[in-house]
């Protein structure tokens, strides 16, 4: 659990690193159970014709960097949540990651104390989640640098990815480094003390892809307080309230830059994205409600992947229009 110190300092200043929680061993499965999705995803991009090898000899961190350079469409297909947006994507590529050892991290006990500390003990997963792997920029190009699942991320705060239903919802975004990440690595960075004005702060629509909507800086340093990187090792955690401002550096290292942003927030309220499935991952009331079997996790995105692919899916799966509206805006030039 975290302790007095460490909530007072989260309440201040909106964000707190707690070092290191997971260890190797903890790492590990996850690891391989990745490196397996990489040769699924491998198989079926070169058998559509979209790779000219599955590149089975490489280590994981090249064969990923390299499959990515030539089909962008694999960081779909290593995804940990669903596409929002569907346009000139292959159905047959898109679907969610649910690997067991993907469901021992969203509820491993050490993430849902910390969880737990913060939001008390009736715990659910939100499904906006993302998986980061990050190769170096300089091996990105055309619109791929322009998407924070690989590039850099622009500031924004999380509550603005959500639709309107969840904007009382408590969310707590809980940032999970895989590999080390150094300022060159691209951590995150955030503005101490931005989430005090308890407002979804205005975001203009991304320049070169309108999905990756970003507070410009007149609004950013309006308190006149400077960025803080977050630079930490693998195994740590970053919290983040759902309106404290932040992004994340490019990676200007040479290795792979891997994290995943999960969220959690209580039981029963809205989650910003219904067409999703959330999970009951602790509940201190009624312990036989808690979600354990990594089946239903996998079946229920299979369902909902289904739904989607289908068209059954039939209300919007995000607020498209929110910061599209603030295309003309002077603050966005
Ligand atoms: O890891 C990143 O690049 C950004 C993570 C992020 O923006 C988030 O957790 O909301």
């Given at each position: 659990m975290l302790s007095a110190a460490q909530l007072q300092q989260f309440a201040d200043q909106g964000f707190l690193l707690i070092p290191e929680v997971l260890v190797d061993a903890d790492l590990q499965p996850l690891e391989a159970e990745y490196e397996d999705a990489l040769s699924e995803a491998a198989a079926q991009l070169f058998q559509r014709g979209h790779i000219r090898s599955t590149y089975d000899d490489l280590p994981f961190d090249d064969r990923y960097m390299t499959i990515l350079s030539e089909s962008p469409s694999l960081f779909y297909y290593l995804?940990?949540?669903?596409?929002?947006?569907?346009?000139?994507?292959?159905?047959?590529?898109?679907?969610?990651?649910?690997?067991?050892?993907?469901?021992?991290?969203?509820?491993?006990?050490k993430i849902l104390d910390i969880v737990e500390s913060v939001l008390g003990g009736e715990i659910s997963s939100n499904p906006i989640q993302q998986v980061r792997l990050k190769p170096p920029q300089r091996l990105l190009t055309g619109t791929m640098a322009d998407y924070s699942n690989?590039?850099?991320?622009?500031?924004?705060?999380?509550?603005?990815?959500?639709?309107?239903?969840?904007?009382?919802?408590?969310?707590?975004?809980?940032?999970?480094?895989?590999?080390?990440?150094?300022?060159?690595?691209?951590?995150?960075?955030?503005?101490?003390?931005?989430?005090?004005?308890s407002a979804l702060s205005l975001h203009c629509p991304g320049k070169n892809n309108q999905a990756e909507n970003y507070i410009p800086t007149s609004i950013l340093q309006r308190h006149g307080i400077n960025p803080v990187s977050l630079p930490c090792r693998r195994g740590s955690v970053v919290l983040l309230t759902k309106y404290t401002e932040h992004g994340a550096l490019a990676n200007e290292s040479d290795r792979l830059r891997w994290s995943f942003d999960l969220r959690y927030q209580k039981t029963g309220e809205p989650t910003g994205r219904p067409a999703f499935p959330s999970f009951v991952w602790r509940s201190r009331s009624r312990p036989e409600t808690e979600i354990t079997d990594p089946r239903v996790y996998e079946k229920a995105w299979a369902d909902t992947r289904q739904r989607v692919l289908s068209g059954e899916q039939t209300g919007p799966l995000y607020e498209q229009d929110r910061w599209l509206r603030n295309r003309d805006n002077p603050v966005c030039a």
């Open positions: 995804g940990i949540s669903l596409p929002l947006d569907y346009e000139g994507l292959d159905p047959n590529l898109v679907r969610a990651h649910t690997g067991q050892h993907l469901f021992g991290l969203l509820r491993h006990p690989v590039g850099a991320t622009t500031w924004h705060q999380d509550l603005g990815a959500a639709m309107d239903e969840a904007l009382d919802t408590e969310l707590l975004t809980v940032w999970f480094a895989m590999t080390d990440a150094s300022e060159e690595m691209g951590c995150l960075q955030v503005i101490p003390g931005s989430h005090k004005d």
